[in-house]
């Protein structure tokens, strides 16, 4: 098949590039950044353009057999005002573009989108059939995956991704925490009590893989591991595979003021179950969070 994936150059992006070459299809990435940070391939083609607006990157979506979509920029970063507008843009313009762009049946698009729908719920069990929070990073995951449904009335099929915070070796969330730890400045945010979702990057590209071989399989997903945790349990489990204690807690006064709008997302507890992804059939091969931080770190010294 003949892929598509915006936000190619990001560390999902490229993961799940080389994932799909592996597995003999064609990819073209879409990206803003002029190289894509990709070996050759003889697969893959690299596209550097603004997806925010309509333009000539649109004929390889046209072409393709599928799509996903992991456009966006970074939420991991001090939300201005400028700054929230260039979140959304990026994510709902995007999106509408690459939907204006298909047509046909037996086509497919995969969109992110996040567990920040759900907002910060507390105890609550959140599967997909959960109601959506009212904070920005919830009304926002609403408008994204409203932009990616529209492609239905073209007849694509459609799945929504709602990424837990995504754990891989070299990069993403853990190129964040890990260093903290090593210097001996790691440990929970906040209280630790808030739930914390996650997914190993090998059971995300897995559950690509899937909804993509399984032409039933549309509409709303969890992406993140059955095995949810408390934000101090995953602190703990972080610091036992590096061998250090994780004592340090980071105050939420002072997440708010170092970070502003930003910290309540790190601060959110949401408990949020891969309900559909179960209930299909897809296994996890990483349903904990010790044997999933055990696999990525494993050579860490």
Same mark, same amino acid.
């Given at each position: #098949?003949?892929?598509?994936?915006?936000?190619?150059?990001?560390?999902?992006?490229?993961?799940?590039?080389?994932?799909?070459?592996?597995?003999?299809?064609?990819?073209?990435?879409?990206?803003?950044?002029?190289?894509?940070? #990709?070996?050759?391939?003889?697969?893959?083609?690299?596209?550097?353009?603004?997806?925010?607006?309509?333009?000539?990157?649109?004929?390889?979506?046209?072409?393709?057999?599928?799509?996903?979509?992991?456009?966006?920029?970074?939420?991991?970063?001090?939300?201005?005002?400028?700054?929230?507008?260039?979140?959304?843009?990026?994510?709902?313009?995007?999106?509408?573009?690459?939907?204006?762009?298909?047509?046909?049946?037996?086509?497919?698009?995969?969109?992110?989108?996040?567990?920040?729908?759900?907002?910060?719920?507390?105890?609550?069990?959140?599967?997909?059939?959960?109601?959506?929070?009212?904070?920005?990073?919830?009304?926002?995951? #609403?408008?994204?995956?409203?932009?990616?449904?529209?492609?239905?009335?073209?007849?694509?099929?459609?799945?929504?991704?709602?990424?837990?915070?995504?754990?891989?070796?070299?990069?993403?969330?853990?190129?964040?925490?890990?260093?903290?730890?090593?210097?001996?400045?790691?440990?929970?945010?906040?209280?630790?009590?808030?739930?914390?979702?996650?997914?190993?990057?090998?059971? $995300?590209?897995?559950?690509?893989?899937?909804?993509?071989?399984?032409?039933?399989?549309?509409?709303?997903?969890?992406?993140?591991?059955?095995?949810?945790?408390?934000?101090?349990?995953?602190?703990?489990?972080?610091?036992?595979?590096?061998?250090?204690?994780?004592?340090?807690?980071?105050?939420?006064?002072? $997440?708010?003021?170092? #970070?502003?709008?930003?910290?309540?997302?790190?601060?959110?507890?949401?408990?949020?179950?891969?309900?559909?992804?179960?209930?299909?059939?897809?296994?996890?091969?990483?349903?904990?969070?010790?044997?999933?931080?055990?696999?990525?770190?494993?050579?860490?010294?």
């Amino acid at each position: #098949m003949k892929f598509v994936v915006t936000g190619a150059s990001g560390f999902v992006g490229r993961a799940l590039s080389r994932f799909l070459l592996e597995q003999g299809h064609t990819v073209t990435g879409l990206g803003t950044s002029p190289v894509s940070g #990709m070996t050759p391939h003889a697969g893959f083609t690299w596209i550097s353009a603004d997806t925010t607006r309509a333009g000539k990157w649109q004929e390889a979506v046209a072409d393709a057999d599928g799509v996903v979509n992991l456009a966006g920029r970074t939420i991991f970063k001090r939300w201005t005002r400028a700054y929230k507008r260039q979140i959304v843009d990026s994510r709902l313009k995007t999106t509408g573009h690459l939907v204006s762009a298909m047509a046909g049946e037996n086509k497919i698009l995969l969109s992110t989108s996040a567990v920040g729908y759900y907002g910060s719920r507390g105890e609550e069990r959140l599967d997909e059939q959960a109601k959506a929070g009212d904070d920005f990073l919830a009304r926002l995951s #609403m408008d994204w995956e409203k932009a990616a449904l529209a492609a239905e009335k073209k007849g694509v099929r459609v799945a929504i991704m709602r990424f837990g915070v995504v754990l891989g070796a070299g990069g993403g969330a853990l190129a964040q925490m890990v260093p903290a730890f090593r210097s001996f400045a790691g440990g929970p945010l906040g209280n630790g009590r808030q739930w914390f979702s996650w997914i190993h990057t090998a059971d $995300l590209l897995s559950a690509v893989q899937f909804l993509i071989g399984n032409q039933n399989s549309q509409g709303v997903y969890n992406f993140c591991a059955p095995g949810v945790v408390r934000q101090k349990t995953f602190a703990r489990a972080l610091g036992k595979v590096l061998g250090r204690p994780a004592l340090v807690p980071a105050p939420s006064i002072a $997440l708010r003021v170092m #970070m502003g709008e930003m910290a309540d997302m790190l601060l959110a507890s949401q408990r949020v179950v891969p309900q559909r992804l179960i209930d299909e059939g897809f296994t996890f091969r990483f349903p904990d969070v010790d044997r999933a931080l055990a696999d990525l770190l494993k050579a860490s010294p």
